[in-house]
Each structure stands twice: as C-alpha cells, then as structure tokens.
C-alpha cells in the first residue's frame, strides 16, 4: 500500500505564498482559466536520502520558493505535525470503478488505520451520480471501516460535486489541518459544478488534496482523469499516485 504517513504524517511545514493568481488548465479545455486567490499553501515532506528519515529541525530559513523563475515571499512558516488532522475521505463509487471497488476499500481502511490518531478526526463521503455523507466527523476509524465494506458500484461520476459540496458543506469551517483524500479513476462525467468550482472551493477551504487513483489497478487507463487528479493534488500542494496494487 501506498504509504500515506510519508505525505501526510511526520514533518508537514505550512508555506503560505502571497499570490496575485494561479492558473488552473485541463488538457479538455481550449483556454487557460485563472483563479485568483490571496495565498497558497504549500505543504513540505522533508527525507534524508541517506537514512530515509524525516528531518525535523528546519525553518522559515531553510526554504525558498519560486513562480515562474521569481522568488516569492514567504508569508507564514509552521510545523503541522502536532495540529490533528482534520480528513475528508472521498470514495468514488460509480460504475467506472466496479472491478476496482474492492482495491479502493483495501486501500481506504489502510489509510485510516495508518494515518489516523485520537486527536484527529476523519468524515466519509461516496460518490457516483451524487454525492452521499456517509458518516459524519468521527475520530473512532472503525465507525467509517464499517460502512466501506458494505460500500456498492454504480451510476455516474460527480467527483467535482464532491470535491466542491464536502469542501462548503463539511469542511469550510473546521479546524485543524483540512486534508482531502480522494480514491477515484478521476473521471467526472454527470457533475454540475466544473473543475474550477471546486479548486475555487477547495482554496477557499484550504484544503491540500491528496488522491489515489484507480486507473492503473486494471486494463483501462484514462489518461484525463490523471490528469485532472493531478492537477487537483498538486494546486493544493499535495499529490497524487497511481499504485498498481495495495502492496505498493
């Protein structure tokens, strides 16, 4: 299994870059949209190559960031490894995904169990033609692992309605440190809202995405969707993966 501690757990610094805009463009769209937004944040995973260990002891003087070639200002520097976190985790459950259902539920219980402490609390949502608030906030994993495994495919794909309703909805207001995990192949087809309402949302919210996408676990591979997995992920400074099973 992909190991979400190193993304999300140990060092995580907060950068907050002062931002005139951020352009945000999908391979299907003919025209650049730009987002304005007054900040971005950006989240920092620092190992040592040598022994595979987090170092730890680093400041606002160790970092510096670049646009387009020109140094930006460092706002606000923070370590988060001590604030709990604060999940949002987004299951797609359409039709698309039938045949990789069950690797998304492998995959979802092994984060909860990995990633999540007492202190931290976690919400879970399910979408295909809608978007369905399966459990609400709970910091017990085994409350949201008991409603994965009964979890069923098919209908649509409204990842963006997902993304946009859970960041409004559930996670606009909170504390702590607003994560999103999103399993899905990426590919939206029945959403009402676009890609830039919900990366206007998730800005909004300060959301930082981290995505898995299903889209190598089988024959298919759709390469919009990875892209527009990508994009989401890296335009809130986290990532995205693309395991070829749990193991990885």
Known sequence: MVRFRKIIGALLVLISLPAAGWIFAQQTLDERIRVEVEAVNVLVTVIDKKTGQFIRDLNRTHFEIYENGKLQEITNFSKQTDLPLTIALCIDTSSS?????????????????????????ALLAEFDTGVTLLHDFTSNPNDLVNEIKILRAGGGTSLYDAIYLISEQKMLHESGRRTMVILSDGADLT???????????????????????????????????????????EATGGRVFFPYSTSQ
């Open 97 to 121: 995904v039938k045949l990789k259902l069950k690797f998304e539920k492998e995959a979802a219980i092994d984060f909860l169990f990995t990633i999540m402490r007492p202190k931290d609390k």
């Open 191 to 233: 959403s009402t809202h676009t890609f830039i309402d919900a990366m206007k949302m998730v800005h909004r919210s300060e959301i930082t995405i981290y995505a898995l996408s299903t889209t190598r676990f089988g024959a298919d591979i759709d390469h919009e969707g990875d892209n527009a997995l990508k994009q989401l992920a």
